[in-house]
């Protein structure tokens, strides 16, 4: 899958609450309220991150997209996108990440969940959910789309 589909998987407005639930199979990894850095972690003996894309929006956000791969197999597409004022006040330590896992910084700050929603593409059967959390009161937005490569239990 290249990154502008997964691009529009991750843009489709169809995104369900997480008081609905997924099927059984995935709803363990889509509704996980922690680190998804540190779940993806116990599942491989080694977890990349490969940058697509970095830099700033048109909107005034830090866009950071990336893979990330356990023991060399894509498994999820994540784009992150952090306001300035967030940036600015809350989490500059994110846009030196390099391939760092950003999840390993952000979870040690004890980030606030805003909301949580999730969506099944049908056309290529992946899923995908959405994670708003605030930094000290400033608000960043997290979307992860599971590839097909996705080891789902």
């Known amino acids: 899958m290249t990154p502008a ?11 369900r609450d997480a008081c609905i639930l ?23 003996a ?8 970095e830099g700033w929006t048109d909107d005034d956000h830090w866009l950071r997209e990336v893979w990330l791969s356990g023991d060399g197999i894509p498994w999820i597409y994540a784009q992150t ?10 989490a500059a330590p994110l846009q030196n990440s ?3 896992p950003i999840g390993l910084w952000l979870y040690t700050q004890q980030p606030t969940r805003l909301s949580l929603h999730w969506r099944h593409d ?16 400033y608000p ?8 097909s490569t996705f080891p789902y239990p």
């Open 5 to 15: 589909e997964s691009r529009c998987i991750l843009q489709h407005p169809d995104w």
């Open 22 to 44: 997924p099927s059984p199979a995935v709803r363990d990894w889509l509704l996980h309220e922690g680190s998804l850095t540190r779940k993806l972690q116990q599942h491989c």
């Open 46 to 53: 080694r977890l990349d991150v490969a940058i697509a894309h």
């Open 81 to 90: 996108r952090i306001p300035h004022a967030t940036l600015s006040h809350a």
């Open 98 to 100: 390099g391939n760092r």
């Open 122 to 137: 049908h056309t290529s059967d992946t899923y995908a959910r959405q994670t708003v959390l605030a930094l000290n009161g």
């Open 140 to 147: 960043l937005d997290i979307r992860e789309h599971f590839l």
